[in-house]
């Protein structure tokens, strides 16, 4: 059946098809003979569109001379016959309006151009192509911190547009905006993090604050207010502000410190989250109390919605109060801190700071005062755990003051038996920490916890030691009942008796350790003092007695590298084959080998080493002799031990640090040799542009021209557009830093790169 819409298709494209041919024969002959320019113009895009298959720079350059030939042309001369009209949008140079031509087709030529002459800007080219995974943006950090490290911060700026809101973007934004700061742009430098600000919100805010920290720390205070306020968060302005006053210390700074304090709190008020509210006028409150004005201070902590903050600033006032030596405002802000009846674990354990404070200070009397108070409030707190610990705490403060009996009298007053001997050991473990060692004996002999008890007796045989009271610590060491406790004492004394470098104590304190873990540890230990002491046979022979596996192993691994080291292999190799831990005895092995190389036996020790069955010593061993030869120059030595190791993965490592010692030692050609033989793609190109970097550098242009060919053939022939961008990237930084130029063929290889990521 005939139907009508098919047919009007159809004929509608044949239609559309000949008015453009019309038309587009029409402009060709009526305008090339009206403007021969023109006619040039047409023969020079079509020039243009040839040169694409080949290179895109010539196109570009090309496209631009048409549309510039096509623009100069002038209305010709009137004729009676036909009125010429100017060159205007409805000229066509091949399919497209001058209009297009200009805006559409050599902006997009000029990109792909730009990709052609540089590796970098084309990685750039094929990320942005790539789909929206956490992949391309990768790429595109690695692309945009590449251009950071050239200095070219336009063109990271680019790629980091190009990453979207992913926090690899706010990564590349951070260092952008800080660049930019470090470098005075400070405009631009905010710029950058308030996007941050538009997309990751609190990292923006903290970002800016930050830089505003930093400025501040600097000196550089007007810098700072400016990038605080740039973050348009009332609570970065004020906390900025409040850093800056505290700085302000000198006598002429005083006026501008307290008016920007007073202004900082007004702008806090306008903190709408209370707790961040809370938390930025306690930081205000305490740069009031470090410039002197504790009555601004007070007023700002009453005001004050969050108990904790405001009883912390009540703690820094009074105690500031306390070293002006003002006890009467010392009373009455402890009375302020006691109408908070809401928390009294709080306010009990801020008393008991603001006693310790009139400790440190040497005031005994008052401390003893406000311990008082503490421990008054301490009777109302309900939650028995929290009661305890206040007056543990409380107990020793009261101890630091000198009054003992009323410290083991107020410990006894806590309920729970476990809390109250918690507070017991504290109370004794504080006496050692004073110096009052034989107090805190008596302490602990009062105790039927066995445990708890050694607890302490270890702490004061530690005190002996670090007295250098070995006797004392020794005796009291044994008498501990507790086989835990005793045994770590003992093994403390043996560790200082072989610090004092007295191994015969250490050891018969290791008898007393029979059967515990520990004394296979302090062997060990003896074990190194007797190789120190070059007594071999003594080491081996404490060694075999250690029951523990790893910690043999690792005696045996000690002895047979100091017996290789002193030249004596075959008893080192006996040690080795006596080993069980068969990883342990492939790296000692490998360790002998490599040091029969080091004593000019080399056939020995790389036989040695080729014998080894575990890949891991084996490589690392062969990696080893294989930086020696490197380092000598000896490349075919070298990659001979290297092509010996079994693993890929290992021996790629080791080729890429053969060749980076060649090219660190400026042994550029034997460095292109070693890297030729690596697989791994993305570092072998990157080697190569390195080397090719170098070779830029002496001049020499046409091995830096060969290896670019190179390292960018490797980039084409990856599986897959992002490999091959990161693989660009990683070339493009080395090329970019040598300001090396691309010949022909390096850039023919970026333009089928280009043309192939245009068709997928």
């Not at 243009?48 to 100069?72: I, M």
């Not at 903290?206 to 207010?225: F, K, N, S």
């Not at 107020?410 to 050692?432: F, K, N, S, Y």
């Not at 490797?714 to 961008?725: C, D």
Request: charged content about 20%; proline content about 4%; aromatic content about 4%.
């Amino acid at each position: 059946m005939f139907t009508w819409q098919p047919f009007r298709l159809s004929l509608l494209g044949l239609l559309s098809a000949g008015v453009a041919g019309l038309l587009l024969t029409s402009c060709s002959e009526s305008d090339e003979s009206g403007h021969p320019a023109l006619a040039e113009a047409v023969q020079l895009f079509e020039q243009a569109r040839a040169a694409e298959r080949t290179s895109f720079v010539t196109a570009a350059q090309l496209y631009r001379a048409a549309l510039h030939k096509a623009r100069s042309v002038h209305p010709a001369s009137p004729s009676a016959r036909r009125p010429t009209r100017p060159i205007a949008d409805p000229v066509l140079i091949g399919p497209y309006t001058l209009g297009a031509l200009q805006n559409a087709v050599i902006p997009s030529v000029t990109a792909k151009a730009e990709a052609e002459r540089s590796p970098l800007a084309c990685a750039l080219f094929l990320a942005q192509r790539l789909p929206e995974t956490v992949h391309r943006a990768q790429i595109l950090e690695q692309i945009g911190l590449a251009y950071l490290e050239l200095d070219q911060d336009d063109r990271a700026a680019r790629a980091t547009q190009l990453i979207g809101d992913s926090p690899h973007g706010a990564n590349m934004l951070e260092r952008l905006a800080r660049r930019a700061i470090r470098a005075g742009r400070s405009e631009q430098g905010l710029r950058f993090a308030r996007q941050i600000v538009t997309t990751h919100a609190l990292f923006g805010v903290e970002l800016l604050t930050d830089i505003a920290l930093q400025h501040v720390r600097r000196g550089r205070y007007a810098d700072a207010l400016k990038v605080a306020h740039g973050a348009g968060r009332a609570s970065s302005s004020a906390w900025v502000m409040s850093e800056i006053a505290s700085r302000l210390t000198h006598p002429g700074q005083q006026a501008t410190a307290l008016a920007m304090l007073d202004q900082a709190a007004q702008l806090a008020q306008r903190v709408s989250h209370p707790p961040l509210k809370s938390l930025v006028l306690g930081q205000i409150g305490h740069a009031y109390v470090r410039l002197g004005h504790s009555d601004r201070a007070l007023q700002t902590a009453l005001n004050l919605q969050e108990l904790r903050h405001r009883i912390t600033l009540l703690v820094a006032i009074t105690q500031a109060a306390v070293e002006a030596g003002e006890p009467e405002r010392v009373s009455g802000l402890i009375q302020h801190l006691q109408a908070s009846h809401e928390q009294p674990f709080l306010i009990a354990r801020a008393l008991t700071e603001i006693a310790e404070k009139h400790l440190e200070l040497g005031l005994a009397e008052p401390a003893r005062d406000v311990l008082s108070t503490a421990q008054h409030v301490a009777a109302a707190i309900d939650e028995q755990s929290q009661r305890a610990r206040i007056i543990g705490r409380i107990a020793l403060g009261h101890l630091e003051a000198g009054q003992t009996d009323t410290a083991h009298a107020l410990v006894d007053t806590i309920q729970d038996p476990g809390q109250r001997l918690d507070a017991r050991v504290q109370l004794a473990l504080g006496q050692v920490e004073a110096g009052d060692v034989e107090a805190a004996r008596r302490t602990a002999q009062t105790m039927t916890d066995q445990i708890r008890r050694a607890e302490i007796e270890e702490s004061i045989v530690l005190s002996y030691l670090n007295r250098g009271e070995l006797q004392q610590a020794r005796q009291l060491a044994q008498a501990i009942r507790a086989p835990g406790q005793r045994a770590e004492a003992l093994a403390h004394l043996a560790r200082s008796y072989l610090e004092f470098g007295q191994i015969a104590p250490a050891l018969h304190l290791a008898e007393l350790l029979s059967g515990q873990p520990q004394r296979d540890e302090v062997v060990g230990r003896v074990v190194r003092a007797y190789l120190d002491e070059d007594a071999g046979q003594q080491a081996l022979r404490q060694a075999r007695t250690i029951q523990d596996p790893r910690l043999k192993a690792q005696a045996f691994s000690r002895i047979a590298r100091s017996q290789a080291r002193a030249g004596e292999f075959a008893a080192a190799l006996r040690i080795a084959e006596a080993m069980t831990d068969q990883a342990r005895q492939a790296e000692v092995v490998a360790q002998i080998g490599l040091e029969y190389f080091r004593a000019g036996r080399t056939d020995h020790g790389v036989s040695l080493i080729r014998s080894l069955q575990d890949s891991q010593p084996r490589a690392s061993a062969l990696g080893q002799l294989a930086r020696y030869y490197a380092r000598a120059g000896e490349s075919q030595a070298a990659v001979q031990l290297v092509m010996a190791i079994r693993l890929p993965s290992q021996r790629e490592a080791a080729l890429r640090m053969v060749a980076e010692v060649h090219h660190q030692a400026g042994r550029y050609d034997q460095a292109v040799g070693v890297i030729q033989r690596m697989q791994a793609a993305p570092e072998k190109a990157e080697l190569l542009a390195k080397v090719a970097a170098d070779y830029t550098k002496q001049g020499a242009q046409e091995k830096a021209a060969s290896l670019t060919v190179q390292a960018l053939s490797i980039a084409k022939t990856r599986t897959n557009p992002a490999s091959q961008a990161h693989t660009l990237a990683a070339v493009g930084l080395w090329q970019a830093k040598a300001e090396q130029r691309l010949g022909t063929q390096a850039q023919a290889i970026l333009h089928d790169m280009i043309a192939e990521a245009v068709l997928r």
